[in-house]
């Protein structure tokens, strides 16, 4: 059974930098697209917002407009770990997080992701 856990979320000044980490587990092979969303309260799952995505076995990265160059997803293929590091963190980017698993093209439609974590609470103060 495959399960995501996200971890390292919480109350951060804006211009700050926090990093979130989700370890996969119950997967039995690498060939996979692992993506970060972020969903505010209101928003329907289906309606959550594309941060970021990247193939678990290659190097392409894809990022939002609103992220692009404050923010870096990242892997461990040995731990399979996936991370979003986040800088330079503004209040718009206040969300719950969560990290999915697809296909490799799932890209940046959530409905193409088969597998969610629990999400991990980011809140940024100004």
Known sequence: ?????????????????????????????????????RQVPGKEREEREFVACSIWNGDRTTYADSVKGRFTISKDNAKKILYLQMHSLKPEDTATYYCALGNP???????????????TQVTVSS
Do not use: K
């Open 1 to 37: 059974q495959v399960q995501l856990v996200e971890s390292g979320g919480g109350p951060v000044q804006a211009g700050g930098s926090l990093t979130l980490s989700c370890a996969a587990s119950g997967i039995d092979s690498t060939w996979y697209g692992m993506g970060w969303f």
């Open 105 to 119: 093209g799932a890209g940046q439609d959530p409905r193409n992701y088969q597998h969610w974590g629990q999400g």
